[in-house]
């Protein structure tokens, strides 16, 4: 198996190298890990792409690039530069410091460089990893998705249904907040929301008296409705969610035809 990995939170980020094992694990003895990262952070750029300016490219090492872009970005570098010779079966993008659960969904680079590797008909996951109080003081707070990660994903791979030709499926994997030996099982979850909790901005003035405004993150250890993704997340539980781009609210589409 060919494998291609991106991530959202840079090329040198210690999920990337948890990623680098489970794709290993996975590709196997004669199988191929590439890389194409982003030369820096891109957390939160969700599905960007560079559309206006060029993005420079960098081999670091055997199988192994940066580039300066978002991981939607990074994907199509690998599809069409990097390997374009021959295209790799599977896109992994993670692992992600941190949740991307519930409404993080939306916002997420991780997640973006899935998404694109589906809508170029590439097979795509994402992968996450909940912090909270039981893993941060880990050696590795990765633990639970070093552990069970290759597991997990084979298990999908076994249980695919056909992805289709238009909007294919991508999926959304969010390991739990404990340590690997702690992990409850898999469960198969819709995206949930967290009420009362959003994004928001916290004002600061830098010395010069000038005014920034930093992005706030909400409560991530508030739980979703029951049996969605962050609820069993929190219940210990690895979740998968299954997503295709397609943003078409289909369930009011009947309604709105009132007014053709």
Same mark, same amino acid.
Request: some cysteine.
């Given at each position: 198996?060919?494998?291609?990995?991106? /991530?959202?939170?840079?090329?040198? &980020? @210690?999920?990337?190298?948890?990623?680098?094992?489970?794709?290993?694990?996975?590709?196997?003895?004669?199988?191929?890990?590439?890389?194409?990262? @982003?030369?820096?952070?891109?957390?939160?750029?969700?599905?960007?792409?560079?559309?206006?300016? @060029?993005?420079?490219?960098?081999?670091?090492?055997?199988? *192994?690039?940066?580039?300066?872009?978002? +991981?939607?970005?990074?994907?199509?570098?690998?599809?069409?530069?990097?390997?374009?010779?021959?295209?790799?079966?599977?896109?992994?993008?993670?692992? /992600?410091?941190g949740?991307?659960?519930?409404e993080?969904?939306? =916002?997420?680079?991780?997640?973006?460089?899935?998404?694109?590797?589906?809508?170029?008909? %590439? +097979?795509?996951? &994402?992968?996450?990893? =909940?912090?909270?109080?039981?893993?941060?003081?880990?050696? /590795?707070?990765?633990?639970? !998705?070093?552990?069970?990660? &290759?597991?997990?994903? *084979?298990?999908?791979?076994?249980?695919? @249904?056909?992805?289709?030709?238009? =909007?294919r499926?991508?999926?959304?994997?969010? #390991?739990?907040?404990?340590?690997?030996? !702690? %992990?409850r099982?898999?469960?198969?979850?819709?995206?949930?929301?967290r009420?009362?909790?959003? #994004?928001?901005?916290?004002?600061h003035?830098?010395?010069?008296?000038?005014? #920034?405004?930093?992005?706030?993150?909400? /409560?991530?250890?508030?739980?979703?409705?029951?049996?969605?993704? !962050?609820?069993?997340?929190?219940?210990?539980?690895?979740? %998968?969610?299954?997503?295709?781009?397609?943003?078409?609210?289909?369930?009011?589409?009947?309604?709105?035809?009132?007014?053709?």
């Amino acid at each position: 198996m060919r494998i291609l990995l991106t /991530n959202d939170d840079g090329i040198n &980020a @210690p999920g990337l190298a948890v990623l680098e094992t489970i794709a290993a694990d996975l590709a196997g003895p004669e199988g191929e890990v590439w890389i194409v990262a @982003p030369a820096f952070e891109q957390s939160g750029v969700g599905h960007c792409i560079s559309y206006t300016r @060029p993005m420079m490219i960098a081999k670091l090492g055997e199988r *192994r690039f940066a580039a300066e872009g978002s +991981p939607a970005d990074c994907v199509l570098a690998g599809l069409h530069d990097v390997m374009h010779d021959a295209r790799p079966d599977l896109v992994l993008s993670g692992v /992600n410091r941190g949740n991307n659960s519930a409404e993080n969904a939306l =916002y997420s680079g991780t997640l973006g460089g899935a998404m694109e590797a589906a809508l170029q008909g %590439v +097979p795509a996951m &994402a992968l996450s990893q =909940y912090y909270g109080p039981a893993n941060l003081g880990l050696d /590795n707070p990765f633990d639970a !998705a070093a552990q069970h990660g &290759a597991d997990v994903i *084979r298990k999908i791979l076994s249980a695919t @249904p056909d992805a289709g030709e238009d =909007y294919r499926l991508f999926y959304n994997i969010n #390991f739990p907040p404990v340590p690997g030996d !702690a %992990v409850r099982g898999l469960r198969a979850s819709p995206q949930g929301f967290r009420r009362d909790t959003q #994004f928001s901005v916290e004002p600061h003035s830098s010395p010069s008296g000038r005014r #920034f405004l930093w992005i706030k993150g909400g /409560n991530q250890h508030v739980p979703t409705a029951p049996g969605s993704d !962050a609820a069993v997340n929190l219940d210990g539980y690895v979740s %998968v969610t299954p997503m295709r781009a397609d943003l078409t609210a289909h369930d009011a589409l009947e309604a709105l035809k009132a007014i053709e």
